[in-house]
Each structure stands twice: as C-alpha cells, then as structure tokens.
C-alpha cells in the first residue's frame, strides 16, 4: 500500500514529527519565560530539508529519495537575540504563542492531508 502513495507517507510522516517536536519546543519557551538567563530556542529544519530533498528527486532515484526523507533530522539551537530584561531571558510570549499556533494548524492541516489520502483509498477499494 506504501507504493500507492510513493514518498506521500514517509513525507508525510517527518513533517508530522518534526511539526510535534515544534509545537513542544515553544511550550518549552513559554515555559521558561521566568527562568534567569534562559535563550529562546528554535529548531532549523525547512530548509535543510527542502535543499536535500531537492538535490535527491534531481537524480530520479527512489532509494535516494526515501533515504533523504528517512534521513532528515531538525537542530534545536539557541538564539543570541539581545534581552531587554535584567535576567537575561529573552523569551518573547507573544511571539511564542504565535508560532505554536500557527505550527499547531500546520499540524492539523498535514493530519487532514493525510486523513483525506486514506479516504479517498478507501473510497476505491470499496468502489464507491
């Protein structure tokens, strides 16, 4: 059944995690937005991404192209922005809850995607 989809699934099934790992990220930052000396940390992912899945699909290799899926990870790092705080802390919450949502509807829409592929299978196998 993964060969209907070709790489739909796998991809599919990064995004979601990397999409999770996010969302948990910024509740981590809001909550430390009273911890002294705290950075704000960010994950790096999108673009690491796209450039070797890219560099993959212009070989038309499958194998190469499920290994650059299967083989994609995210760096958390720390920002170096300048804090107007006393302690240190440069957590903005505003900014936090905004992109936690914003990565939570990213979430929900990715699960809808793929809830819809698996409608639309189920649809013909039952030949509706």
């Known amino acids: 059944m993964i060969e209907i989809f070709g790489n ?28 002294p000396g705290y950075k704000t940390k960010y994950m790096s992912f999108e673009d690491l991404f796209n450039s070797k899945l890219k560099a993959a699909s212009a070989t038309n290799d499958r194998q190469q192209i499920n ?17 107007t705080r006393l302690d240190e802390n440069n957590v903005d919450v505003d900014e936090q809850l905004i992109e936690l949502t914003r990565t939570a509807l990213q979430y929900q829409y990715m699960l809808h995607s793929v809830n819809s592929d698996f409608t639309k299978l189920r649809s013909v196998i039952k030949g509706q």
């Open 8 to 35: 739909a699934i796998p991809l599919a099934e990064k995004s979601l995690d990397y999409l999770w790992a996010k969302q948990q990220l910024h509740l981590t930052n809001t909550a430390n937005v009273d911890t």
């Open 67 to 83: 290994a650059s899926i299967e083989n994609a990870h995210w760096q958390v790092k720390d920002t170096r922005l300048e804090s």
